[in-house]
């Protein structure tokens, strides 16, 4: 049983790291150039922010239901409260490098 929950908790952690891969922000020199018809950084981080809240709804949920008596599925409540978790430390992680860039970017001359 330890290693299906391992094996599961891998499978969740590629899964996210694959969805912080498609979330990456890749610099714009030119955006004229390189930017997306209807892609903006804005509507990914509000993508971003409704998935993990999303993640965070559906782990309590489960563990509600499996608190209540309602479901048996305790292994699969504590998958949801962990992907929950990646995904809000993955969420901190994006805030902190955009914050970090914001700062450089009021640091430089004019």
């Known amino acids: ?7 599961a908790i891998q ?7 694959n969805e912080a891969s498609r979330l990456a922000v890749t610099p714009a020199i030119d955006a004229a150039h390189h930017a997306h018809p209807g892609v903006s ?3 990914s981080m509000k ?3 409704a998935s993990v809240d999303q993640d965070e ?3 309590a949920e489960r563990m509600n239901a499996v ?6 599925d305790l292994v699969g409540a504590m998958l949801a409260s962990q992907q929950a978790n990646l995904s809000f430390s993955m969420l901190l992680q994006v805030r902190n490098k955009v914050m970090g860039a914001v700062d450089d970017l009021l640091k430089l001359p004019v």
């Open 11 to 17: 499978a969740d952690l590629a899964a996210l790291t």
């Open 57 to 59: 709804r559906t782990a």
């Open 67 to 72: 608190d209540s008596g309602k479901s048996d």
């Open 41 to 43: 950084f804005t509507q």
């Open 1 to 7: 049983m330890a290693t299906e929950l391992a094996g």
């Open 47 to 49: 993508d971003a922010l």
